[in-house]
């Protein structure tokens, strides 16, 4: 079985702009490098304060627990951008 790579990032909101980026490489970093482009889960926070200090949390943890929450949520890891309105992307 493929090990995807998992990724936690803060947003302001499910911002669609904000994913698309990430989707298209256009932020030097982890998920340029990994090549992290399906978003298969994500919170939403009333302030950048608690995004912040849950991301880091989420960082913090095992891989296994953050497989399992995604699981919790999105037992068939349905990219979660095209509710976004982004278009699907391929899984090659």
Do not use: C
């Amino acid at each position: 079985m493929v090990q995807p790579t998992l990724a936690a990032h803060e947003f302001s909101a499910p911002n669609r702009e904000r994913v698309r980026q990430h989707r298209n490489g256009e932020f030097e970093g982890f998920t340029s490098k990994y090549s992290v482009y399906f978003l298969v889960r994500y919170e939403l926070f009333g302030d950048m304060v608690s995004a912040i200090a849950r991301e880091k949390q989420l960082k913090r943890w095992h891989r296994h627990w953050k497989i399992n929450l995604i699981l919790s949520e999105n037992p068939d890891w349905h990219d979660l951008a095209i509710g976004l309105g982004l278009p699907p992307l391929s899984k090659n």
